[in-house]
């Protein structure tokens, strides 16, 4: 009896969860052609604006959101609790940048639904090099030197 009432809760999420929105939409809140590097001026922001499902107001659910960064030099993946996401741009050439939002039942571990977003392309491109170290110099001049005894 104690396994069949969270069974039909899941069940009844997955039912309810078929019957809400089955898409997410990821949209850039910057440009999508960025200066590539490695400071805090060289990055995406990008976050998803579709509406959840009802059932996630519920305090027994929680969402998480795994985001992707692919590029042929490598990728990145970040598993959060944020609909907004920071994706540094390291390198020249495109990225492919997508979200899957996953809802889980809490104490259990596995998503009783997954949704995959839209992709979206940011293109990291090579600057001047005054431009590339601006952000550098401000950086740096914030930095404390470690002094060990």
Not at 16 to 43: H, M
Not at 46 to 51: A, E, F, G, L, P
Not at 72 to 84: A, D, E, Q, R, Y
């Amino acid at each position: 009896m104690t396994k069949l009432i969270p069974t039909l809760m899941l069940l009844l999420f997955t039912v309810i969860g078929y019957a809400q929105s089955e898409s997410v939409e990821i949209v850039p809140l910057s440009e999508t052609e960025i200066c590539r590097g490695y400071t805090s001026k060289n990055i995406a922001r990008v976050q998803m604006i579709s509406d959840l499902p009802n059932y996630v107001n519920d305090p027994q659910i929680f969402v998480t959101y795994t985001w992707r960064a692919e590029h042929p030099n490598g990728n990145k993946m970040w598993n959060t609790s944020s609909p907004l996401r920071v994706i540094p741009i390291p390198w020249t050439g495109e990225y492919t940048v997508e979200c899957t939002v996953e809802f889980v039942v809490l104490g259990n571990s596995n998503p009783f639904k997954t949704i995959k977003s839209n992709t979206l392309k940011v293109n990291g491109k090579t600057c001047e090099a005054s431009k590339l170290n601006e952000a550098g110099k401000l950086e740096n001049s914030k930095v404390q030197p470690i002094i060990k005894n």
